[in-house]
């Protein structure tokens, strides 16, 4: 089975604090993607990367960036988190099939 | 560029009726279309897909949708609810920038009774 790892299920960040969540794919998979899911809103896509150090901005990047150094890792990094971060994160790896493979999410909080 | 409405944030059943929810996408390109589930407090889990193939697809527990080119509609349906279906589900539709990227539904929960 394909496995998406977040590291972190839950955290707890304060209004200015660097913020780096963390996710792992163990399929081989060329694409990986971070969205963001809001009630009422549904997932919006944050960024994504077809390839090892590249990446695309996907409808809201504000605020965010990420890091590609290896294949099968997509770091999305808050350089200096606010309080409209708050949010479910949710990273997915694909290949070109259109079909994501999604982790479970990672809750942030930030005070 | 591609947008996928979803009629509907909340629907509710009674344990054995039929399930149906509905989702309409405009789309420049032939789409794929997709209708996932999530659990609460958990990832998003694929039910089903359409790639242009056959216009009824059949999914995981039960659950089937219909691409009706001509309604840009693909709805999401059950004929027997269960208590176990009670989630959130998402349609989507792949992205111009090639099949990669999906834009998704805000989402419907259902709401399953006794």
């Known amino acids: 089975d394909v496995k998406v790892t977040q590291s972190s299920r839950y955290l707890v960040k304060r209004t200015g604090e660097k913020v780096f969540l963390e996710c792992v794919q163990d399929?081989?998979?060329?694409?990986m993607f971070w969205y963001r899911q809001d009630p009422g809103l549904g997932l919006r896509l944050i960024y994504f990367?077809?390839?090892?150090?590249?990446?695309e901005k996907g409808d809201i990047p504000e605020g965010y960036s990420v890091s590609r150094e290896k294949k099968e890792r997509f770091s999305l990094i808050l350089e200096s988190a606010s309080t409209n971060q708050t949010s479910m994160y949710l990273c997915?790896?694909?290949?070109?099939?259109?079909?994501?493979?999604f982790g479970e999410g990672s809750r942030l909080t930030v005070l | 560029a591609q947008s996928v409405t979803q009629l509907g944030s909340h629907v509710s059943v009674s344990e054995g009726a039929l399930v149906l929810l509905r989702c309409n996408y405009s789309?420049?390109?032939?789409?794929?279309l997709f209708w996932y589930v999530q659990y609460p407090n958990q990832g998003l889990q694929l039910l089903l897909k359409?790639?242009?193939?056959?216009?009824l697809v059949k999914g995981i527990n039960g659950f089937e949708a219909e691409f009706k080119k001509s309604e840009t509609s693909f709805h999401l349906t059950k004929p027997s609810a269960h208590m176990s279906d009670a989630a959130e589900y998402f349609c989507?539709?792949?992205?111009?920038?090639?099949?990669?990227?999906?834009?998704f539904g805000k989402g419907t929960m259902l709401l399953v009774s006794p």
């Open positions: 399929m081989d998979h060329e694409n």
């Open positions: 990367s077809y390839d090892v150090k590249m990446k």
């Open positions: 989507a539709v792949s992205g111009d920038s090639g099949y990669s990227t999906l834009t």
């Open positions: 359409y790639t242009s193939a056959a216009t």
């Open positions: 997915a790896s694909s290949e070109n099939t259109g079909e994501l493979f």
């Open positions: 789309s420049s390109v032939p789409p794929y």
